[in-house]
């Protein structure tokens, strides 16, 4: 046995010895493959994660945060803008509203926003139709990218499409808090008292559907670009709360998770035309509660340079 051993050690040793001279080429190369490797993909990834993004075949991309239709700089490109050429005109300022000082008139616009709250229990009581849509005119005075004024109203008080309204949200709202949403958003949702039930949505006697159109259309049929479209859309929504607040009327923010489509068929909109919010919009009922939250103080939003 002894004998055996110190051969098979032999036999090791002169193994090891004559294969040395490959074991380092072969680690050199192995290392060059993964340094090279981890270089293509990293420049892969900052490729496609590059601002810049090549848009063709009129397909919409985003560039920059902006939403196109159409090539950018190529054959598609129309010397002409959108926006017709007008004349620009003197403007003296803004104008103080609700007082003659301009520090009161501020407190007081605070006084009206700061009363405002999310109420998901309406009241039957009758809302003048003029009363809305004046608030909705009111939103449509909203700044847009280019003026393009990207932003669609859809004032419903039929009791039939309310409750078709209602029944597609409230399907998908359960499917979103049993499956879609997680553990920590439901849980954050718990001191508000939501569920996928919702009344509000037949009992408010409006409803506002917002849609923000991704693009829009010239007056010889072709596709036009509608930049910063949900910027847009979602400051004229805060002229409308605004509005309607100062109304009287009581409203909600809803986003109807996963509804947009079926929504957007169910009213026969078109297809550039995409779900941005939903706003229940009344009185509120008699019986109405809402939590007792606080506002963060302006020394904890603002910061002074």
């Known amino acids: 046995m002894g004998l055996m051993d110190e051969l098979f050690r032999a036999f090791d040793q ?7 001279k490959y074991v380092f080429p072969i680690l050199v190369v192995m290392y060059l493959f993964i340094f090279l490797y981890d270089k293509h993909r990293y420049g892969s990834k900052k490729t ?8 063709t075949n009129g397909t919409k991309e985003k ?9 950018i700089d190529s054959g598609e490109f129309d010397p002409t803008p959108v926006l017709e050429e007008k004349e620009h005109v003197p403007f003296g300022g803004a104008s103080v509203t609700l007082d003659s000082d301009p520090l009161r008139a501020a407190r007081k616009f605070y006084e009206i926003v700061n009363d405002r709250r999310s109420v998901r229990k309406f009241s039957s009581r009758p809302v003048d139709p003029a009363v809305v849509v004046q608030c909705i005119h009111a939103a449509g005075t909203s700044p847009s990218g280019a003026h393009t004024e990207p932003w669609t109203f859809c004032l419903i008080s039929n009791t039939d ?6 029944e597609i949200i409230e ?8 499956q879609r ?16 039930v919702k009344e509000y949505l037949t009992e408010a006697p409006y409803l506002i559907l917002i849609f923000k159109q991704t693009y829009g259309f010239k007056e010889d049929g072709a596709k036009k670009q509608h930049y910063y479209n949900e910027i847009s859309t979602s400051i004229a929504t805060g002229i409308l709360l605004c509005a309607l607040q100062a109304a009287g009327l009581n409203s909600l923010v809803t986003t109807p998770l996963n509804c947009g489509p079926a929504l957007r068929n169910l009213l026969g909109r078109p297809v550039n035309e ?6 229940p919009v009344g009185y509120a009922a008699d019986e109405c509660t809402v939590p007792d939250l606080q506002r963060k103080p302006v020394d904890d939003i603002l910061v002074k340079y």
Not at 187 to 196: A, F, I, Q, V, Y
């Open 14 to 20: 002169s193994l090891i010895l004559s294969c040395w």
């Open 48 to 55: 496609k994660s590059s601002a810049t993004t090549s848009v």
């Open 63 to 71: 560039l920059d945060g902006m939403e196109y239709v159409g090539e």
């Open 161 to 166: 499409v309310k409750e078709q309204i209602r």
């Open 171 to 178: 399907a998908e709202e359960l499917v979103n808090y049993q």
């Open 181 to 196: 949403m997680s553990k920590q958003w439901t849980t954050d949702l718990r001191p508000l008292k939501t569920n996928h």
């Open 274 to 279: 995409k779900l941005l919010v939903l706003l």
